[in-house]
């Protein structure tokens, strides 16, 4: 809930942390095969481009459906959230 209400980034090894709230496009590079897990908290609606498995204008909830141990398929990577907030995690 602090990383929320902060709107921060968090570092805990391995994993870098993002808040992404809506309305928000971002660009990330990264290496081909990376994790990276998004989820809603407590719910975002979330576009994506680059992963192995995209997402399409999808509802993501915490509790819920989420894309945890997605992975990067491309460097480039485009996440946009239309609605709420995103918790994303980078490892």
């Known amino acids: 809930n602090i990383i929320l209400e902060k709107n921060c980034a968090f570092y805990a090894p391995p994993i870098i942390g993002y808040v992404v709230k809506a309305p928000t496009k971002i660009t990330l590079e990264l290496n081909i095969g990376m994790k990276i897990s998004l989820f809603g908290m407590s719910r975002a609606q979330v576009t994506t481009d680059g992963l192995k498995w995209n997402l399409d204008n999808d ?33």
């Open 59 to 91: 509802c993501l909830e915490f509790p819920g459906v989420n894309s945890s141990l997605n992975r990067a398929a491309a460097e480039n990577i485009t996440i946009e959230v239309t609605t709420g907030s995103l918790l994303l995690l980078i490892y």
